[in-house]
Every structure is written in structure tokens, then in C-alpha cells.
């Protein structure tokens, strides 16, 4: 549980609640970043530059705002290779991460579906964006590696306040500089499935985009590894937001990565702070 003072308490939040928090978070991500794409196309109709910009600049700010609002609860992972990446360094149970899943799948859907109506569409229109390519396979590779090296560096460095701005803004750039418009995210590319506009994929390409996914969050968890190798399930319990599961973590500071100002050092609570 977080404290006002960002510290991680020793009481877990209960999983139905984290649970809740991941579901409803995967939902108005997929709502954002679908809604904004429809936005986009019927606004600014032919000019695909134009139409990027408007929806990589809303989810970029979206994600930043749903992190705000529910990672105090689960952490704020949206995201089913975070999630289990943060259980590998034992930030996180198994577990949890397993029951993650399906809540983080169920919300992006339910999300899509939202953008749907919301933009006065048939709830489900299954897309017919092709996106599958070996350039698109390498770009989700390295969208995925990059956006879970941001989050562990800033775990491990003390500064996880700084997790919703700099995943925002992550992900809006790698909007520009991937050819795949990053989707980094297993959940989100199943939900966007489901929407036949601007921001969806053709139930085609999703086994590919996975499997990139999946491959760049394995080579994050090495590359973790070999740049911080004294990473604690403490400083994993603190990525993107702090959150807890009420096992007990201990900090460890071996590797050159200083705590900043935002994580006092010393001594850490049997929960990690």
C-alpha cells in the first residue's frame, strides 16, 4: 500500500481491489489511445502525419493520468509483460502476475469497445489493419525493451515518481521512432483487435506482435540484469508506482545506481519503501 510519503507499507492491498485497479486502468488505456485514433481520422480526415501526432500526444497524456489514478492501487501495470517481468525480480508473486493477466486483457477489450460506442460504432468491429512485418516484429522488440528499461532504471535509481511521466512520454515518442507505433503491450494489442479504425490490428498480425512483445521483455530481463545487477525485489516492488504484495524485501545499493532524493536511503521497511 502506498503512504503519503511514497513509502510501501507492510498491509497489502487485497488482489480483488488490484485486480479491479489493472482491469479498469487496461480499460481507459485502450479507451484512450482507440478513442483518440477515431478522434483523429474523423478530424483531421487524410492527413495520416497529423492523425499520428493527435493520437500519440493523447495517449502519451492519457497514460500518464491512469497511471496517476491507479497505480497507487495495483502499481500500475496495464501491461502483461511488466507484469511479469516485475515478478521475475520478485517485485510482484507469480501469482499475482498470472491473475493480472486476464484482468489487464478483459479491461483492454472492454476499453475498445468503449471507443467503439462511445464514437457511435458497432461495439465490435473486428479490424483489418495489417501490420505484420519484419520491420514491425524488430520495432515491438525494441518498444518493449526500451519502455521496461525505463521503468526498472527509475525503480532502481529511486526516482519511481518520476514512472508516469517518463512511461508517457516514452510511449509517445516511440509512437515516432518504431514503425509499429509501439503497442509494447500483449493486452492492448488484443483490445485494439477489436476495433476496425485507425489504431486497430488485424487479428493477423497480433500472434506476431506478441511474440515480439514477449521477446524484448526476455531480453529487458537480461539486459536489467547485466545494468543493475544488485536490483532487489524492493526496487522491483517500486516500479511505476510503488505497490506491495506483503512479502518482505529487502533494498540493496552494489551496482553504481545512486538513490535520488525521492527515495531516502537507509534502511529499508519490511515491505521496501
Known amino acids: 500500500m502506498l503512504c503519503q510519503d511514497g513509502r510501501v507499507t507492510g498491509v497489502p ?132 525493451l526500451g519502455l521496461l528499461l525505463v521503468i526498472f532504471a527509475l525503480a532502481r535509481s529511486g526516482r519511481s515518481r518520476s514512472a508516469p511521466a517518463a512511461v508517457g512520454a516514452y510511449i509517445g515518442a516511440a509512437y515516432w521512432f518504431t514503425s509499429s507505433t509501439s503497442f509494447a503491450n500483449p493486452a492492448i494489442t488484443i483490445g485494439r483487435m477489436f476495433s476496425d479504425t485507425f489504431a486497430g490490428i488485424a487479428p493477423s498480425s497480433v500472434l506476431p506482435f506478441i511474440a515480439a512483445q514477449v521477446l524484448g521483455g526476455i531480453l529487458a530481463v537480461g539486459a536489467i540484469k547485466a545494468l543493475y545487477p544488485a536490483i532487489t525485489p524492493a526496487d522491483a516492488a517500486d516500479i511505476i508506482v510503488p505497490h506491495s504484495d506483503g512479502r518482505p524485501v529487502i533494498h540493496a545499493a552494489h551496482d553504481g545506481a545512486s538513490l535520488s532524493g525521492d527515495q531516502p536511503a537507509g534502511p529499508a521497511s519490511p515491505a521496501g519503501t
Open 13 to 144: 492491498v487485497l488482489l480483488w481491489r488490484r485486480l479491479a485497479a489493472e482491469f479498469l486502468g487496461s480499460a481507459f488505456l485502450a479507451a484512450v489511445v482507440i478513442g483518440s485514433g477515431i478522434a483523429a481520422q474523423r478530424l483531421s480526415s487524410g492527413q495520416t502525419g497529423l492523425q499520428l501526432l493527435e493520437n500519440a500526444a493523447a495517449t502519451a497524456a492519457g497514460l500518464f493520468a491512469i497511471i496517476l489514478m491507479f497505480g497507487p492501487v495495483s502499481g500500475g501495470h496495464f501491461n502483461p509483460v511488466v507484469s511479469f517481468v516485475d515478478a521475475a525480480f520478485g517485485g510482484l508473486s507469480w501469482r499475482d502476475a498470472a491473475a493480472y493477466l486476464p484482468a489487464q486483457v478483459a479491461g483492454c477489450i472492454a476499453g475498445a469497445v468503449a471507443a467503439n460506442v462511445m464514437f457511435a460504432l458497432p461495439a465490435v468491429t473486428i479490424s483489418t489493419k495489417h501490420r505484420a512485418s519484419p520491420a514491425h516484429f524488430l520495432s515491438e522488440i525494441i518498444a518493449t
